[in-house]
């Protein structure tokens, strides 16, 4: 069983974009753990569970988990097909294909923070890290995943 959408879009296993969105969202977790925490204070502070789900840092948690489910899934087909399409099988070449990725996505933001709104390098550092981990750190996630060997039982010809 495979996942495309139409003809033109590669095939790619399901299981492997659900692998490749649970690495996504551990790495986004980073980002969002402020979201969460401001949730479990505000549930802590008002003891009462009605109360918690209906107040904003519920809402806010709900749409941020929602809303990176579904961009990890989207970002783990995106990028398994685009290491299928060209035909890596190396990781050299995955570090390359997300490299290329984390360039066409964060360059711009990148440069722009550094050198327009001239914040302390050391949170550009820090964003630029987390985004190494979701660009490259998935395509090196995803190759080993989709290229991994069974290492055969010892004695079995």
């Given at each position: 069983m495979s996942l495309a959408f139409q003809a033109g879009f590669p095939s790619v296993s399901p299981l492997t974009v659900v692998v490749g969105a649970g690495y996504a969202?551990?790495?986004?977790?980073?980002?969002?753990?402020?979201?969460?925490?401001?949730?479990?204070?505000?549930?802590?502070q008002t003891n009462d569970a009605k109360a918690t789900l209906e107040s904003d840092e519920s809402k806010t948690a709900a749409a941020s988990l929602a809303t990176s489910l579904v961009s990890s899934?989207?970002?783990?087909?995106?990028?398994?097909?685009?290491?299928?399409?060209a035909n890596v099988v190396s990781y050299k070449g995955a570090a390359v294909v997300g490299t290329l990725v984390l360039a066409t996505q964060s360059g711009p933001k990148i440069i722009n923070d550094i050198l327009v709104k001239k914040e302390p390098i050391d949170v550009v550092l820090s964003g630029v890290a987390v985004k190494v981990l979701d660009t490259v750190g998935l395509a090196l996630f995803l190759q080993w995943y989709t290229h991994r060997s069974v290492v055969p039982k010892i004695g079995s010809n």
């Open positions: 969202q551990l790495s986004s977790y980073i980002i969002q753990r402020p979201i969460f925490v401001a949730l479990n204070n505000k549930a802590k899934s989207v970002q783990s087909y995106a990028l398994t097909a685009l290491l299928q399409l």
